[in-house]
C-alpha cells in the first residue's frame, strides 16, 4: 500500500521544517521527513542558489531528484512530508508521479506575514537564507496562488507546536489534497 505525500511549503523562514519534524516525529505510522534544501546542498560544485534567476535548469534536476526520492519511499508505504520551497511553478512532476503512482498528494502553504518570516530569518543560523531582498521576493511568489489559494494556512501567530497541530488537521481534513 502506497503512503500520502504531503508537500509542506511556504517562503524561507514560514516554519516548515520545524512543523514537518514535529509532525513526522509523532506520527502514528512510519513516515518520512524529506528537506529539498538537503538536496540543493548535496551540490558541491557548480552550485548556483536557487532563488536565482540563473539557477532555473539546476533547479529543475533537483526537483526531479527530490520527487523520483519521494516516489520511492511512498511506494515503499512510507507517508512523506516534502518540506521545501515548491511553489505552484514546480508542482507538475510531483503531480505526474502521483498520477502515474496512484499516490495521494496534498499541498499545504505556510503563508505568515511577511514580517514574521523577516523577523524568524534574522535569527537563524547555518546556511538557511537570510537575505532580506530574497525573502521578500520568494513571500511574494507566494502571495497570490489563484486556484491554490485554498491551500493556504496563514500561520503569522502561531508558534511551532501550533503551526504543526493545524497542519496535522488540515492533512486529516483531505482539504488540501490535489486533485
Given at each position: 500500500m502506497?503512503?500520502?505525500?504531503?508537500?509542506?511549503?511556504g517562503p524561507p523562514?514560514?516554519?516548515k521544517t520545524t512543523a514537518a519534524e514535529l509532525i513526522a516525529g509523532s506520527a502514528g505510522k512510519s513516515t518520512v521527513h524529506v528537506t529539498t534544501d538537503q538536496f540543493f546542498r548535496?551540490?558541491?560544485?557548480g552550485?548556483?542558489?536557487p532563488h536565482m534567476p540563473e539557477a532555473q535548469a539546476q533547479n529543475e534536476i533537483v526537483v526531479d531528484a527530490i520527487v523520483a526520492a519521494v516516489a520511492v519511499y511512498a511506494q515503499g508505504g512510507f507517508d512523506v512530508i516534502v518540506d521545501g520551497i515548491v511553489g505552484p511553478w514546480f508542482l507538475a512532476p510531483y503531480r505526474t508521479v502521483?498520477?502515474?503512482?496512484g499516490l495521494a498528494l496534498s499541498y499545504i502553504v505556510l503563508r505568515p506575514a511577511l514580517g514574521t518570516v523577516?523577523?524568524?530569518?534574522r535569527g537563524r543560523s547555518g546556511p538557511d537564507l537570510k537575505d532580506p531582498d530574497a525573502i521578500t521576493g520568494l513571500h511574494e511568489a507566494f502571495a497570490d496562488l489563484?486556484?491554490?489559494e485554498r491551500h493556504v494556512i496563514d500561520n503569522t501567530d502561531l508558534d511551532a507546536?501550533?503551526?504543526a497541530e493545524v497542519v496535522r488537521q488540515a492533512i486529516a481534513s483531505g482539504r488540501y489534497r490535489l486533485r
Open positions: 502506497n503512503g500520502d505525500v504531503v508537500i509542506l511549503t523562514a514560514s516554519g548535496a551540490i558541491r560544485s552550485y548556483i542558489p502521483a498520477a502515474r503512482t523577516l523577523q524568524r530569518a489563484g486556484d491554490l507546536s501550533g503551526t
